[in-house]
Structure formats: structure tokens, C-alpha cells
């Protein structure tokens, strides 16, 4: 059920970005010539490789069910949903260029494929892109909890690096401190709070959806670490496994497990309807995931 809820997410939210990803109308005197057509081509043919690669649409999805499940529907959630998505893409750009890594997706990275030049080129021109999307969902409280989420996960990413930099050894309290950045809030709570948002929940409830979202965040993570400890060993990243070990690391994310599951249950203001359905399936498969 959880692919049927993935999948269609990215039929509502994939032709948006889709429709984003053309030049826009410059004033006459800055049209591009037509005898540079082949590069402007190959421009947009490299801008367009990690969208047209479509990942999972997790994030997208839980802004969706969150504004679902508060009864809400309609155009602003899909281009708030769709946002979220184009983040994600410019941001794996940035991501795999700084971990020199080779695949993404099950294909080559685009530094490995039009080098690092043209890689972080096209990072710039997507997350441009993201600010034109989100400015024309028109929504000051939207556009300032993007303008947070985006720089808490810079914020986690220069840390993460600083302490690679000085090959620090990683504890508990500053893997968390990078972990809540890149994946309690951008990839969860940060997403769930748009929803919200866009849901017209009040502070409170905000509040209480932003601590299932930390603890949901971090098993992710945690999950995640597991899953990818041989490619991370490969890349000489270090990672609580690395440093703890597989059976502490799972018991940390059951810890995180519970204290979520414990609060999604006490999230009462969340219609009992099909989006609150999906939206538990969907907080399973985050928490069980194998892969």
C-alpha cells in the first residue's frame, strides 16, 4: 500500500516540476541565441537528470497526507509538495559532489557524469528554481519555515564536515546535532510541519506533530546508517555504526521507534481518514524499513 500512496504523490507532484524545468521568459534583449542551442540543450539536459530520476517522494508525501489528514487538498499543498521535492533534488547534487560518490539512484552521479563544474551549476539552477516555486505558493508562514528547515540542513552539512575535516570522533551528542539537521528536520519534521501549516493547525499542535517528526527523524537516520554501513565504510565516512556498532545502534533506533509510535498515537487532532491511514503505513515503512 505504501508504493500506491509513494506513486501517487509523484503523479500530482512530478508534471509541476516538471513544468518548472524550462527557461523563463527573459526580456527581449536577453533571449538566448539560437545558434547556442545545442548548449542551452545540454543545460537543461543536465539540470533535468536528477529530477527525471525520480526518488522515493517521501518528503513530498508527508507534506500531502500531513494537510490530508487536517482536511485539506488542493493546488497549494501539491506546489508546496512539490518544493519540498525539487529541495531534495539540488541538494543530492550538492551532497554527492562533497562525498565524491560514484551512484545515485542505481546511476552515476552527475559530477562523475558532466563533471564537478557543471554539477554544482546545476545545483544552483535548481535550487533557484525551489525559491520560484515556493514564492509562488505566496505564503509568508510556508516560505519562512522552507528558509528554516534549509538552513538548519546546511547549518547540520558544514558541521558534519567541519568535524570530517578535522577527523573528530563522532559521539552520540554530535551525531544527533547533524542528524537532527539533515534528517529529523529536513527529511521528516520539516515536511510534516508544512503540512501542518498548510493544514492551519494551531501552535500547539504544531508543536506536538514537530516531536513525532524529531524522533521519526532520527530512527530514519539511525535505520539508514544500518542499511548503508558498507558503502559508508567504502567511502570513509563515519557514522555511529562505525563508531558504536551495528546492536547499539539498532537499540538506539528502537528508542526513537517508540517515542514516535508513543506520540503518533496521541495525535488525536488528525482526522480518522484515509490520509491518516496512509500517513501511519507510511510512518511504518520509515520505521521497519530494510532498504
Known amino acids: 500500500m505504501i508504493t500506491k500512496t509513494l506513486e501517487k504523490t509523484k503523479k500530482l507532484v512530478f508534471p509541476v516540476i516538471t513544468s518548472y524545468l524550462v527557461d523563463p521568459i527573459y526580456p527581449k534583449q536577453f533571449k538566448t541565441y539560437s545558434k547556442f542551442k545545442n548548449e542551452v540543450n545540454l543545460y537543461w539536459e543536465i539540470n533535468k537528470e536528477y529530477p527525471n530520476r525520480l526518488g522515493k517522494y517521501l518528503r513530498p508525501t508527508l507534506v500531502r497526507l500531513i494537510a490530508e489528514s487536517l482536511g485539506v487538498t488542493g493546488k497549494k499543498v501539491i506546489q508546496t509538495a512539490s518544493a519540498m521535492q525539487m529541495s531534495e533534488e539540488w541538494i543530492l547534487i550538492s551532497d554527492d559532489i562533497e562525498d565524491n560518490s560514484d551512484a545515485r539512484r542505481g546511476k552515476p552521479t552527475l559530477h562523475k557524469m558532466h563533471g564537478i563544474e557543471l554539477a554544482i551549476n546545476a545545483s544552483d539552477a535548481l535550487e533557484t528554481i525551489m525559491w520560484k516555486m515556493i514564492i509562488d505558493i505566496n505564503d509568508p508562514k510556508i516560505t519562512d519555515e522552507f528558509y ?144
Open 148 to 291: 528554516k528547515i534549509l538552513m538548519r540542513t546546511i547549518l547540520g552539512q558544514a558541521v558534519e564536515q567541519i568535524w570530517t575535516n578535522k577527523k573528530e570522533k563522532i559521539t552520540p551528542e554530535k551525531y544527533f546535532f547533524v542528524a537532527d539537521s539533515k534528517s529529523a528536520y529536513y527529511s521528516i519534521a520539516g515536511p510534516i510541519r508544512l503540512g501542518a501549516i498548510l493544514g492551519g493547525s494551531t501552535k500547539s499542535q504544531i508543536d506536538k506533530l514537530t516531536d513525532f517528526g524529531l524522533h521519526l527523524g532520527r530512527c530514519f537516520q539511525l535505520v539508514d546508517d544500518i542499511i548503508d554501513i558498507e558503502q559508508d565504510k567504502k567511502e570513509g565516512k563515519t557514522t555511529l555504526v562505525t563508531t558504536l556498532g551495528v546492536e547499539k545502534v539498532k537499540e538506539l533506533a528502537k528508542q526513537e521507534k517508540e517515542k514516535a509510535e508513543k506520540i503518533f498515537s496521541t495525535l488525536k487532532f488528525l482526522k480518522q481518514n484515509k490520509a491518516r491511514k496512509e500517513l501511519k503505513e507510511l510512518t511504518d515503512f520509515v520505521l521497519n524499513r530494510t532498504n
